[in-house]
Nanobody, 121 residues
């Protein structure tokens, strides 16, 4: 139903910056909580940052102070600004959209295809 397309990944040197974008379609964007996850080879997928439909944010301890998640409801897009990148940030980054309707006990969860971020000198 909801389609998510990530972009903006690439190769960057340590200390550099990238901005990831996730374009959403097929749903009412402003109703969804959005998040960025990442998964490195041989490791479990981990939550990097989230932003609720009310625009409150949370970050993994490992990225606090370096990454910023934001959303533009008019553009149906969520962003992840990544600064001061470290080699350990290397992973495939996935966009996630989630809608929890508490009154009906329905949860909707959608994922993008991922975009590779490589931090290396």
């Amino acid at each position: 139903q909801v389609r998510l397309v990530e972009s903006g990944g690439g190769l960057v040197q340590p200390g550099g910056s990238l901005r990831l974008s996730c374009a959403a379609s097929g749903g009412i964007f402003r109703f969804y909580d959005m998040a960025w996850y990442r998964q490195a080879p041989g490791k479990q997928r981990e939550l990097v940052a989230s932003i609720t439909k009310g625009s409150s944010t949370n970050y993994a301890d490992s990225v606090k102070g370096r990454f910023t998640i934001s959303r533009d409801n008019a553009k149906n897009t969520v962003y992840l600004q990544m600064n001061s990148l470290k080699p350990e940030d290397t992973a495939v980054y996935y966009c996630n959209a989630r809608r929890v309707v508490l009154t009906t006990s329905h949860e909707y969860d959608y994922w993008g295809q991922g975009t590779q971020v490589t931090v290396s000198s």
